[in-house]
């Protein structure tokens, strides 16, 4: 019977996280993966044919983690502005209790690695941007979009602005006010009912 593998690949994917939050995605290599788990370096290739394949799944992982319990924000409140409100405020909200993967995720994909990614994790990561902003479109329609304008309107009020508010304080190495959630969801919908 063979042994149990020692590390599973969530523990090698949540040290690639604590990595990229602290040093970026350069300091996301396969020996320094293994060295903050304790693991044989050779052990990491068990996993990942090599660095490039590390640093798609950690980023995939982490942006799909966000990108769930987005569209349950999307699809939480009986009416489209409530819809809005939460989306916006999940952004925050997430990002509070997951301040190691939402500082990951501030870098972008390009940063780690896409252009070197295999064609399935492109694609992976293609279908969730695609979701994101098919369901953005939709929910757009439903406000009454009547142009471009309106559309870049709401990714700029439940994507782009409670983005901003994180990327501040998290760069900055501060936590989020107490404030954050609420000022994500005033704003955006002062957003959605401008002309």
């Known amino acids: 019977m063979a042994r149990p593998p020692r590390f599973d690949t969530d523990q090698i994917l949540d040290a690639a996280v604590q990595l990229a939050a602290s040093t970026g995605p350069a300091g996301v290599t396969m020996s320094a993966v293994a060295q903050a788990i304790g693991a044989p370096s050779g052990s990491m290739y068990h996993r990942f044919p090599g660095r490039t394949a590390l640093l798609a799944e950690v980023w995939l992982r982490t942006v799909e983690r966000f990108q769930e319990g987005y569209f349950i924000a999307l699809g939480s409140a009986p009416e489209p502005r409530g819809a809005a409100r939460a989306a916006a405020r999940h952004v925050v909200s997430w990002s509070r209790a997951h301040p190691q993967e939402a500082s990951l995720l501030l870098y972008g994909a390009e940063q780690f690695g896409r252009a070197d990614w295999s064609a399935e994790h492109r694609e992976r990561a293609d279908r969730g941007n695609e979701h994101v902003f098919d369901s953005l479109h939709l929910l757009a329609e439903v406000l009454g979009a009547k142009g471009p304008m309106d559309h870049e309107r709401v990714i700029l009020a439940l994507i782009d602005l409670p983005l901003s508010l994180v990327r501040r304080h998290l760069r900055a190495g501060h936590p989020l006010p107490p404030h ?16």
Do not use: I, P
């Open 180 to 195: 954050a959630e609420a000022l994500a969801e005033e704003s955006a919908a002062a957003l959605l009912t401008a002309d």
